[in-house]
């Protein structure tokens, strides 16, 4: 195996890996900052190493038997008790006789340490920007310079990001734990907030050329099966997985070949991705089964349900998603949720219907700045035959959105209305 091909293969072992190594390392230094340096350290050393030895039978061990060395040089230079410098120093040497067996070694504790990491990176102390960037890096296993190209911001400004959110932790000193009781809940909201976010990004980018952006939905997706594997009884969690399973699975139908975008009613749904629905169907009746009132994610998980059950858009039970979308406004009330309600309605009822609801969300102020208003509006307008104002609505969404791809689709929709 050539440099090149060494240097590709330790790049998908160190994103598979990393989160284990990081985790594992902030157990033994308490520092999630450090913990990441020195994991960094020890990738590092790989790529040096690795291109001439070879890569190891079982390289996550290898990475952790590396970075841990590390640890303990971090320890012996700081101010930790002698004791604990012994009971690691005794704990290596035990293990450096069986390296490949280290990683099996620390299974009592990596699905733990994991747990930590994640309620870590997700810790309500940063900001929602931090959360992400923290989440990408340290559970993602991916570069700066991929995450700022990601969400379109410099490396620099995603690099001071990262910094500051591991600094923000170090300061507060939060505790390397999975929090208990009313605490956890809310910080699992946390953290399902965050893998949303980040697989919303990559199935409807905000901005740039590109309708999605797949990476980002990817991991999303890994982020999120690795999580229901760590905290299986929680329903919320196989319900977030279910509701991006069976979205993602159009991914192939939403872009044609020059990457524009096709709408849900306009795409082939041969090109549904028939594995990723079977699976999110799964995940939808695994929350289901647990029981207890159904939190948003699995109510949305229950409406793309809707749409992957129908063979075609006119199959579609709009009358259950209308249902769905009202116990969904009743949980969490929002005009965003009203707005789909709309949508829904009109199908289910005709665009009069559901342009009577839009009506009553025009003047929200949450809804100022938010294209899908008027580009809602648009629709029901010229499927009603007022072509007039529906062009000047979807002129009015195409300026508001910062994707160029939906901006062009709307700016067509606009010349339509003749």
């Known amino acids: 195996m050539g440099t090149t091909e060494t240097h590709r293969a330790i790049e998908a072992v160190w994103k598979i890996e990393s989160a284990r190594v990081i985790a594992g390392l902030t157990r033994i230094v308490r520092d999630v900052g450090v913990a990441e340096e020195l994991a960094q350290d020890a990738l590092v050393v790989a790529l040096e190493k ?23 040089d971090y320890l012996r230079r700081g101010t930790l008790a002698e004791g604990k410098h012994k009971i690691l120093g005794r704990e290596m040497a035990e293990r450096e006789m069986q390296v490949p067996d280290l990683a099996a070694a ?4 990596i699905g733990d340490d994991v747990l930590r990491l994640v309620f870590i990176a997700c ?6 920007e931090a959360r992400v960037a923290l989440t990408l890096r340290m559970l993602g296993g991916l570069a700066t310079d991929e995450i700022a190209r990601s969400f379109l ?21 939060v505790p390397f734990e999975v929090p208990r009781g009313a605490e956890f809940t809310a910080r699992l909201s946390s953290v399902l907030q965050v893998i949303y976010l980040i697989f919303n990004e990559g ?7 590109d309708w999605m952006r797949p990476a980002l939905l990817e991991e999303a997706l890994r982020l999120g099966r690795v999580l229901a594997e760590l905290v ?10 279910a509701l991006m399973e069976i979205q993602a699975s159009r991914a192939k139908a939403r872009v044609n070949e020059a990457g524009e975008p096709i709408l849900l009613l306009d795409q082939d749904r041969t090109r549904w991705d028939r594995l990723l629905i079977g699976r999110g169907l799964t995940a939808l009746d695994r929350a289901e089964r647990l029981g207890g009132r159904r939190g948003s994610y699995t109510i949305q998980a229950a409406i793309t349900a809707c ?11 709009w009358s259950r998603i209308v249902e769905l979308y009202g116990e969904l406004a009743a949980l969490e009330p929002s005009p965003v949720v009203e707005l789909n309600r709309a ?47 529906a062009r000047t609505e979807f002129e009015r969404a195409a300026a508001m959105t910062r994707n160029d791809r939906e901006r062009n689709l709307l700016l067509e929709r606009a010349r339509s209305c003749v």
């Open 106 to 109: 620390m299974d009592d504790n």
């Open 203 to 209: 199935y409807s980018a905000t901005a740039g050329d």
């Open 343 to 389: 949508v829904a309605m009109s199908m289910a009822r005709g665009p009069a219907a559901g342009l009577e609801l839009v009506e009553a969300l025009k003047d929200d102020p949450a809804l100022r700045g938010y294209h899908l208003l008027p580009s809602v509006r648009g629709d029901l307008l010229k499927k009603l035959g007022r072509l007039s104002e």
């Open 307 to 317: 749409h992957a059950r129908a063979a075609t858009g006119d199959d579609t039970d």
């Open 153 to 173: 911001v410099s490396e620099p400004t995603m690099a001071q990001r990262i910094v500051r959110a591991k600094k923000t932790l170090s300061d507060a000193q």
């Open 123 to 128: 810790h309500p102390v940063l900001s929602m």
């Open 50 to 72: 690795w291109p001439e030895s070879g890569i190891p039978d079982n390289p996550g061990a290898w990475l952790m038997g590396t970075a841990k060395h590390r640890a303990i």
């Open 232 to 241: 299986p009884k929680e329903a919320e969690v196989h319900g977030l997985v």
